[in-house]
């Protein structure tokens, strides 16, 4: 399935059982140099519109939300030696977490790549 | 007016430009009911010669500790500060400088800054130090606050040897942020029992040593008992020249050190502004208040040094700061960085004797005086006294006599009955044969 | 999502100058770290040799060596005057910092703080030595209650935001003893982050309000967000784009109507000494800097001064120590106990007294101006933050339109649309023509800003150069000169520095280096 996006700019992408979330390309190229990713611990419960992650660049911090009800599965561990992933690979290598949403229909009504593309556009 | 640069044609030819009739229209925005059409009831201007007077006059009234026999401490500490310390101060570019946010034309504060937190990490024994608190006490608080972050937990304990005044700002923080803390009574003794208040709850134990009363804690079994249960030690000092003679809290298994920088560099002025130390370990830097200052390279491949770790900071994370802080102590900190510079570590451990040598001369002094006894086994340079009768009375006598002879405990702990016979006692390089005999001899009298 | 991002790691330069041996260039020595200079057989202090005693150190006397090395006089002298010569300072040129307030700092304030009577007295020493220190403290509250029109003064604070926390802990008592549990706090969303930041550290919620298309907070804009769970509202004034906020009073009235206290921000006070009084505007609590209105110096970070007034309602809660000014003087309140009946202080917050040797300084200032002084010096900031904008309202972009403000003039970065120059570029350039850039990408409200605060010392001369040289600049970029402005500061100690670097792999002191190992087979 590909990617849903948000309006505070996260990517949600179902993958079997599990979602993947992070965040897009045009989060990154606003954020700058990402220096730190605050990540949730593994067993973390949230509920939609919690703070999942807080990723930081020297000048600015931003909160990650996530966009449905799930638990934190795992993640990625790799952000913490190179957090410059994020800038990199922002939609691949440069996820945040692996969630189990409570109902995967519930990222039904986010955007599209298409939608979320004209959206950005706006901005 | 000499501050003043404009004349009355400048102000004329700069209204004229901006457009205006008067300065008045340029305030128009404020109520005009409001708007203050005399002059504040206040006297006028002075010349340089009048403000000498007036604050000269103030400050002749004060009896400066430098002045007669001198054994004041409880947290400030009267040293010898060397005279290049205080002229680099006034340089220009130190004193008139901001905070260094363009880094490429505040490479003097930064490269300081860096050799600041070395010397206070490498002082303390631990991996990272910042950039300095406003002082000792509200570095106290800071920590108490971070490591409640670290552990999730909400209680601190706290040792009956902590600074009263200390225990005081770490208790209106707590309270006001609905955090709980378990203070032991105060221990002049330093026989408390410490780690039996340990408990599953407890985010941190914060052991001040040397104590208020002087006695050296042995922080390591407090240490281990504090991380067994999942909580961290907070280790306090209020005399920094004490390091250069005892073991390092950062040896001892200290998870936060945090203390009062003042004997290095900064005179007593009356309680401000003095310079916090703060130090921690790597792994919890992200969690540390205050500025930080880091090593980098700029465009053309040379070492510099930038402010960093920022984003912890209240510029960026607005209400999901690790602390509302804004200023570090920057002069302060400058001053300890000189006078460090020219003490050196072997300066730093002459210095530590000579105090300790001191303060060891003067209590074998004091406890020959009939009636007076010295409660501390272990002390550094400031120990406690037990005195017959009311202790406060007695300092004011001796302060009659022309001896500042330390400070009665009673002055802050008024509530404790208890502790009114007790005078803590202080004891630096300062002080020579004269001044020992001297205060054994006022004693005499005044008893 | 914060759309401030910019670049943080520096492209590589051009061409270089010509090197030389050392690295210096004439007068801008390369100097290393004390680390790497000093030893640890060297000292520049001669410390007498210890009196034999019987130690009473116990088994905690230090076991291993400190790492600090040493220096002797003329080397540490060296050292640090050499590392002065990098900074820029308010001695050598303008630095219109907005919201800083960098006027002068005279050097008489420097000689009273050093006046043995005010420098070599300990907090604690018998109150009775040191009367004419508590008389200092008593008048320079005197001095700022009479210019704030206030009923109480809390000298304590160590800094300003220190006098934030402190002024909104006195309101959370006050509620508190009214039995009353409000727990949010409205904050502009123009404040600076001090403000949030001690509202959250204190255990209330913020809630943002936003200004109107004029930068101004709108009473609507507040009333709606008004109720019975409001504790207060914090509000700059003038606010942090250079303007006063007009409606200040109806602000005023509705939060006390509604129950709750308005603390205010005393950053910019500078524009409105002896012009206004706050407490006449209905503030119940404001912290004062005296290291921005009150030319304490900067000191490359601090030490500052934040004391807090009080209305009527929130004198009781000052935490201790205060003075109590009496009949025939002044008394000094150092606990609770001694505080009586009459006060309810919330505690304390710093141990010792506050920063005297700041209040001595704000003293000798404040005698040195006087009401007629201060007042001029009211006038001169505003006059000269308007002259600058006058001087570049027809190249530089203003976000609430050509309309006169207080002590600083805010620019927004539509001006460089287009250029290939962000404010960021445009300022390092400024570095390069001898000025310290104005303050950047604050307040939030608004995109790119430039904040310019001149203050009341700056000649006019001063002020034609430096807006001659923005101007200067503004055309260059227009002109499509980027690339002066993106390889700046080319003339600086060090170029651009790499800021991503320092965070990614943060080096916070000396390490000795490592000799190279060879990996074991």
Known sequence: MTARYTRDHEWIRIDGDYAYLGISQ???????DVVFVELPEPGKKLAKGDVAAVVESVKAASEVFTPADAEVVAVNTALTDTPALVNASPEGDGWFMKLKLARPADIDGLMDAGAYKSFTETL | MRFLPHDDADRAAMLWKIGVPSIDALFADIPADKRLNGLLDLPLAKSEIEVERILGRMAARNVPAGSGPFFVGAGAYRHHVPASVDHLIQRSEFLTSYTPYQPEIAQGTLQYLFEFQTQVANLTGMEVANASMYDGSTGTAEAVL?????????????????????????????????????????????SEAIMAAIDADTSCVVVQSPSFYGHLIDLAPIAEKAHAAGALLVAVFTEAVALGAIEPPGAQGADIVVGEGQSIGNPLTFGGPYVGLFATRQKYVRQMPGRLCGETVDAEGRRGFVLTLSTREQHIRRDKATSNICTNSGLCALAFTIHMSLLGELGLSRLAALNHANAVKLAESLSEVTGVSVLNDSFFNEFTIRVPGNAAALVEKLAALGVLGGVPVSRLEPARPELADLVVVASTEVNTDEDRDAFVRALEEVL | MQSEGRPTAPEPPGAGEARTFTGNRALQIEEPLLFEVGRHETTGVDVAEAPQVRSRLGRHARKAPLDLPGLSEPEAMRHYVRLSQKNYAIDAGIYPLGSCTMKHNARINEKMARLPGFADIHPLQPLSTVPGAIELIAELGRWLLAMTGMESVAMSPKAGAHGEACGMMAIKAALTAAG????????????????????????????????GPDGTVHPSAVIERLGPDVAAIMLTNPNTCGLFEREVVAIADAVHAA?????????????????????????????????????????GGGPGAGPVVFSKKLAPFAPVPFVRLTADGAEFVETRRQSGDSATPFGRITAFHGQMGMFVRAMSYMLSHGADGMRQASEDAVLNANYIRAGLADLMSQPFGDRPCMHEALFDDR?????????????KAMIDEGFHPMTMYFPLVVHGALLIEPTESESKASLDLFVATLRDLVMRAKRGETER????????????????????????KWEKPQPYVEAAE
């Open chain 3, 415 to 427: 001006f460089l649309e287009g250029t290939g120059v962000t404010t960021l570029d445009f300022a």
């Open chain 3, 180 to 211: 009353d549990n409000r727990r949010t706090v409205l904050v502009p969303e123009s404040a600076h982050g001090t403000n949030p930041a001690t509202a959250a550290l204190i255990g209330f919620e913020v809630v943002n309000v936003p200004a």
């Open chain 3, 485 to 508: 402005f993106h390889q700046a500061p080319m003339l600086a100690p060090r170029r651009r520095l790499d800021e991503t670097r320092a965070a990614r792999q943060p080096k916070l």
């Open chain 1, 26 to 32: 045009y989060a990154q190229e606003q954020l700058g």
């Open chain 3, 259 to 299: 129950g709750g206290y308005f603390y205010a921000d005393g950053a910019n006070f500078n524009a409105i000494v002896g012009k206004v009084r706050p407490g006449d505007l209905g503030v119940d609590a404001m912290h004062i800097n005296l290291h921005k209105t009150f030319s304490t110096p900067h000191g």
């Open chain 2, 146 to 190: 971070m490591a409640h972050r670290l552990t999730r937990r909400r209680k601190a304990v706290l040792s009956g040897g902590l600074h009263p005044q200390y225990r005081a700002v770490v208790e209106t923080v707590s309270g006001m942020a609905g955090d709980s803390v378990t203070a032991l009574p105060p221990d002049p003794t330093g």
